[in-house]
């Protein structure tokens, strides 16, 4: 059974930091690339970054180059997304998604979902 599990949403100041984890199992983590993507209330749903399965070749988004960094440790099935100097505009619900093989922030292109985990940045 495929299960991708998010966890470490929490509320903090505006330039705190976070770590969020995503926990795999199921699927061979090695194989698959790792997309993090939020969705902030009233807004779609947009790729934040991801990391290749090929590579570990990182690819993020305008708005989080420099602050958000993504890494992966195959032997314990999990992905981290470490966010530092957070916004208020970061405030989202944080998802995790596998694909297999290599690709980019494209939502379509994943099919293994977790539920989410919310990030609250205070001003």
């Known amino acids: 059974q495929v299960q991708v599990v998010e966890s470490g949403g929490d509320l903090v100041q505006h330039g705190g930091s976070l770590t969020l984890s995503c926990v795999t199992s199921?699927?061979?983590?090695?194989?698959?690339?790792i997309g993090w993507f939020r969705q902030a209330p009233g807004k779609e749903r947009e790729g934040v970054g991801c990391?290749?399965?090929?590579?570990?070749?990182?690819n993020y988004v305008d708005s989080v180059k420099g602050r958000l960094t993504i890494s992966r440790d195959n032997a314990k099935n999990t992905v981290y997304l470490q966010m530092n100097n957070l916004k208020p505009e970061d405030t989202a619900v944080y998802y995790c998604?596998?694909?297999?093989?290599?690709?980019?922030?494209?939502?379509?292109?994943?099919?293994?979902w977790g539920q989410g985990t919310q990030v609250t940045v205070s001003s």
């Open positions: 990391i290749s399965s090929s590579d570990n070749r990182t």
């Open positions: 998604a596998a694909a297999e093989g290599s690709h980019g922030i494209t939502a379509s292109e994943f099919h293994y």
């Open positions: 199921g699927f061979t983590l090695d194989y698959h690339t």
